[in-house]
């Protein structure tokens, strides 16, 4: 009689504990899936990958030819720390950013303008087609002679790179407009020029938008060149003269630095659409369903 | 003529070619030709007639939008030129009309901005012309937050905010389905019969040509479309399909579609 129930215990018990075993372990891949997907959503996973790789890869290589993410992050102490760093990321974001805004101003408007007209269009769309296949670091030895070799021709480059992807993407706003939207204005009593801040540029904001982030892809692009060539501080000018000291951690500080500038100014720029311009049509969050 | 008075619109002879090619008279062909029709101050007039029969042409030349040929269309006796705000325009796809980044509100008062009014008797204004339409409660909405007949009361209300004189409407139902048309449709009658306003509405339904119109011209196929036939269409509103009146009428419009007879 003990023996049954001595077995029976024992046999419950066992049960028992499998079963809270088999529980730990649904319950363990279910956090796991969980966490896995909450690191791929918030693009952690992305990272993770990334420097596993780079540190797998830098494993076989000396710190010459590819520093591991540790020594780069040791490196980037280094001039972080001396300020160096911080020094060259405001001065080619100010080159940027001087560059950038000079050919929203210009663009946005031209690209209104030319949109809107027909002969102007006739006459500048050859001449831009044209133009934008030249690269800006094509320009560089022209602008350094026209310009010098301080900022002014660096601020130009940059709204040369800039304001083509603008003025295309503005002229493609206005001519996109619907026909039906500039016939309900004008029978509503609207006039050319009230047309024009009314409804064209409401209409044609998306697209200016677009081009806007667009162009600040291409500033970032040609100032690191420009500065490779012909400066004496800045992010370009790091990423090129680490070379010379054999730091090629340095090297890999300043990818990183113009790639995270890159990052966090679109990031910017876009929440500025959503929330600010978001009922122009600005929206980046769109699910295809 | 004797109700030269009561004429809103005067059409004689009109005609529309679309030229292809520089040289004038060279191959083309007329759209319209020769269309001759009055329309009184306060009617309801419907234009009837398939796709593709140039009653968009006629709507886009009386609306201003295009030039026409030859002939004349006067509005209270002055040559339409161009668009204005005496002539309201109610456009089939809403979603293209009108403004996506304006309320409903904003949208309503657009031509009043446009004039200059000032916000206070803007908004007043606004205010009784979307109750009419029956959107209060939803004047601060975006169109994106709107239904397809709830898009086409907005047209209307921003027509009849500006106090155009006349209510264009190119299949404004079209894209509509079956029951919320049902609903546009006794809608706008009664608020044509509230405002009084001179209504030219587009369609190729013969059903909605009979539920709202007080006259119907019947436009023959293009090339050379012209005005075929005007029925009168006296059955007293709310109309019933049911009734014999109306089906008789339907069999006597339906069978110039049947029959040919060039339509």
Redesign the interface.
Known sequence: MERVIEIAVNHTGNKHREKSESQAVYLFIRTLRAAVWFAAEKGILTWILLFGIWGIASLAYTVDFLPSPLETIAGAKEIILDGTLVRFVAISSQRVLWGWSLGILFAVPAGLIIGRLELLRRIFEPFIDFLRFIPAIGFLTLFLMWFGAGEQSKVVLIFYATVFVILINTIVGVLSI????L?????????EF?IIY??LI?SA?PHVFTGIRLGLGGAFTSIVAAEMLAAKEGIGFLIYTSRLYFRTDWIFVGLLTLGLMGYVSDRLIRAFGKTVLG???INDTRKFE | MSSAGNTCIKIDNLSKDYTYGLKPGGPGRNVIKGINLEIGRGEFHIILGPSGCGKSTLLNIIAGFISKSEGSVALNGTEIKKPGRDRGVVFQNADSAIFPWLTVRGNVEYGLRMKGMASGKRRQISSEYIRLVGLESHENKYPGELSGGMKQRVQMARSLSNDSEILIMDEPFGALDAHTRRIMQTELVRIWQETGKTIIFVTHDITEAIILGQRISIMSKSPDATIYKIYENTLPYHRNAASPGFSALFGQIQGHFDFGENI
């Open positions: 619907d026909k039906n939207r016939q309900a204005a004008r029978s509503l009593g609207a006039s009230q009314s409804v409401p904001l009922r122009y049509g």
